[in-house]
């Protein structure tokens, strides 16, 4: 596109939490080199780049900094613009310019998510990975498309000696179960799962297509194809659905997205798809280096007409993405599927920085954009989820065998208050669980014992004065980590040696309470000393070496024990594990949080799922203090009672106006000046807000985090067709105050 000499401004968005309004006059220059490449650039990716249009990146200057900036819109002079003296914009830059659908998108995330468009291109975009960009790596997507053409041409030559033989009736089994993504075979529920997803697919965009032709302004549900949710028990075949699935639409010259809650998943799941899939599989998640992911930008990015071989072919197939949450915001292009597995994850939620969004809700907005189909997987659905399916907003399809025929795993509830009366504690182990965990490993089975708590001890106190060594910066306790002998804050990462002495007295009468992932493994070496037992938590996984060996020796029967946290208790296929033992479950159960009941459910059904999954029954044992919860009568009832107990804790969700039944928005006030902050507070609190309800403001378990004093309000809309005014009307009221960088808005919070 040549640009018109009438334009001369440009509005750009910057990477920064700015929501004014942001124009630059185009340099002459730049208006004459666009006008002139237009007619004469012959590789389109230089054409696209050297050319101004919506989605150029351009070098700008704003507040004495230097910003590579995204053109958002063209301005005329006769436009709304403001009477001041506005400048030209540095330079052109030689960089892919962004999709107009991936700036819909950030539009999308800012406006709902109550952020700026800057915060969300800043996320899309980070300064490591725009450099990059501009540096030609080792691995070109160039070389990689060359080599999936090469791939297809074998492909070719294969299909036609299928085709061959089966003219000649002379199939052999090897040939029969050919296909290009060696797909698995799929039991006869998995194939009707199948068929019900691939209907509910069509019958959704038929009836969007019908709506729209009947109004010229569709509303938000017309504009993609209904989301629907498979609910298969854990080691139902989800997986294998999910492949076949993908493999459709990558016949078609589709790109499919394939998203997971944790990077860990992710590893042992590469494995597996790369056997379907090949090369075309693209891993991307935020522990990769820059150039990594500049490669995967660039190759996701790619227009159709760029993905050639060496003869000039273009790729029929798509490609498929396999990441966590920060892979919705790639510069997709051609996007046919999108597969949210473990939807209910907490880890889909984006907590800090901005934009706090939630990634499966945001992958609704992205299939919007792209008309693409979208399928959500969970053994235990969030409730949002279930409220979306009730009121037919998502389509549900049900897979309730196990892939390998395996009943649903022994579930035993050890009462520790009886343990301990009776002698029968031995640490944190009960004698029960001690003698189950020695059964398992005699006959050659594996064991998973989880704490949903790294460290060693969660806090040291003086046991002369009690007193009890607190980070400076957060008013919470430090950990001690025994590996590296370091006291720890896990909310800013304030580090500093362990001395056994104690910094209020001196005197060298320290001791550990509590116990985390670091002591259970070392009592268990204690107890099982000829067994082979490893850790597996947020401090393993900082060696990326360390973890791939862990989760490779595991999965290899080489490890009889592994003592992990909650990274653990998803998407893990062992096939040896046969006992999962939760120690502390009180802990989880404990949380005073309206939540708290169904995301133990969720929890607990997951850590179920890891075990028994091939054809012998497997076990979970939980130890806990309060046997008669409702979440364990969840657990152990049948289909029907526990309908009802979950029918129960939806009740009471719409009793006192909690999600799902409003939509719910949290907001954060931090100052480093306590007297400050409840000046704040009293501010907002005078507001008059529209609203279902306002809670507020309360003080949040931690109260002080990196230096700031932090305290809350909730505030409740109803879910009708005003809640995008009320939350506008709410975001200007609290800009009115002038203290934006002191208000943190969270909506849909967790």
Not at 463 to 478: A, D
Not at 587 to 603: C, K, M, P, Y
Request: net charge positive; charged share 30%; hydrophobic share 35%.
């Amino acid at each position: 596109m040549s640009v018109n000499r009438e334009v001369t401004y440009v509005s750009v968005i910057l990477p920064i939490k700015f929501r004014e309004e942001i124009i630059y006059i185009i340099p002459e220059k730049s208006l004459s080199e666009t006008n002139a490449t237009a007619s004469g650039a012959n590789n389109e990716s230089e054409e696209q780049a050297s050319q101004l249009r919506i989605g150029s990146r351009v070098k700008v200057t704003f507040a004495n900094k230097v910003y590579t900036a995204v053109v958002r819109s063209f301005v005329t002079p006769s436009g709304n613009l403001k009477q001041i003296e506005y400048r030209e914009f540095d330079s052109l830059l030689p960089l892919s310019p962004v999709a107009p659908e991936q700036i819909k998108l950030w539009e999308e995330i800012a406006d709902y998510y109550m952020c700026t468009i800057g915060e969300v291109y800043k996320a899309a975009y980070p300064l490591n990975a725009t450099i990059q960009e501009s540096i030609k790596g080792r691995k070109r997507p160039e070389d990689y498309f060359q080599e999936l053409a090469r791939q297809e041409e074998n492909e070719r030559r294969e299909k036609q000696v299928y085709d061959n033989v089966e003219k000649n009736r002379q199939l052999t089994h090897s040939v029969k179960s050919m296909s290009y993504f060696n797909l698995p075979e799929l039991s006869e529920y998995q194939r009707k799962a199948c068929d019900e997803i691939l209907k509910n697919f069509r019958t959704s965009c038929e009836a969007g297509s019908s709506k729209k032709k009947e109004s010229t302004e569709s509303s938000r549900e017309d504009k993609f194809s209904k989301p629907v949710l498979l609910q298969g028990v854990t080691g139902s075949g989800k997986t294998e659905v999910y492949v076949t699935l993908a493999a459709q639409v990558l016949e078609q010259g589709k790109n499919v997205l394939y998203m997971v809650p944790e990077i860990a998943i992710s590893k042992q799941l590469n494995s597996r798809l790369k056997k379907h899939f090949g090369e075309r599989l693209l891993v991307f998640h935020s522990k990769q280096t820059s150039a990594e992911k500049a490669f995967i930008h660039k190759v996701i990015s790619a227009a159709p007409d760029s993905k050639k071989g060496v003869n000039g072919e273009r790729l029929s197939k798509g490609i498929i993405v396999l990441g966590t949450r920060s892979s919705l915001l790639l510069p997709f292009n051609n996007l046919g599927l999108i597969i949210v597995d473990e939807e209910h994850d907490i880890s889909y939620k984006q907590t800090e920085p901005a934009p706090r969004y939630n990634a499966r809700d945001t992958a609704i907005m992205l299939a919007g954009i792209y008309r693409a189909n979208i399928l959500l997987g969970s053994a235990t659905p969030s409730f949002e989820t279930i409220y979306n399916c009730s009121h037919s907003r998502f389509a549900k399809v049900e897979m309730l065998n196990k892939f390998f025929g395996a009943s649903d795993p022994e579930i035993e509830v050890v009462d520790t208050i009886w343990a301990r009366k009776s002698g029968q504690m031995r640490g944190n182990f009960s004698q029960k669980l001690i003698n189950e965990i020695k059964r398992t490993v005699a006959k050659g089975k594996q064991v998973l014992v989880f704490r949903n708590r790294r460290s060693y001890a969660p806090i040291v106190e003086c046991s002369e004065c009690g007193t009890i060594p607190k980070c400076p910066h957060c008013n919470v306790y430090l950990s001690y980590h025994k590996y590296n002998n370091t006291l720890r804050c896990h909310y800013c990462d304030y580090t500093i040696k362990y001395k056994n002495s104690c910094p209020s007295c001196g005197k060298s009468t320290l001791t550990y309470k509590g116990s985390g992932t670091e002591k259970i493994e070392e009592e268990l070496k204690a107890l099982l000393p000829e067994a082979r037992i490893e850790r597996f938590d947020a401090d393993i996984s900082k060696s990326k070496r360390k973890e791939e060996s862990i989760i490779k020796e595991f999965s290899k029967g080489e490890i009889d024990i592994l003592v992990g946290t909650q990274m653990l208790s998803k998407g893990f296929d062992f096939d040896n594990l046969h006992l999962v033992a939760v120690l502390g479950a009180d802990s989880i159960i404990g949380i005073q949080d309206f939540r708290g009941d169904e995301r133990a459910v969720q929890l607990f059904t997951q850590l179920m799922g890891r075990t028994g999954r091939r054809t012998e029954k497997g076990k979970l044992m939980i130890q806990t203090s309060q046997k008669e919860h409702t979440v364990y009568k969840i657990l152990k009832g049948a289909t029907a009672e526990n309908e009802t107990l979950v029918s129960g804790l939806l009740n009471e969700r719409r009793e006192y106006n909690f999600a799902p039944f409003v939509r719910m928005i949290k907001i954060t006030v931090r100052h480093r000046d306590i007297n400050k902050l409840d000046e704040i507070c009293n501010q907002i609190a005078a507001l008059q807000i529209k609203c279902k309800e306002i809670t507020g403001p309360f003080i949040p378990p931690i109260d002080k985090v990196r230096g700031e004093w932090l305290k809350c309000f909730y505030v409740k809309f109803s879910r009708d067709k005003s809640l995008k005014e009320n939350k506008t009307a709410l975001l200007n009221s609290i800009e009115s105050l002038r203290k934006p960088n002191n208000i943190i808005f969270d909506v849909d919070p967790l």
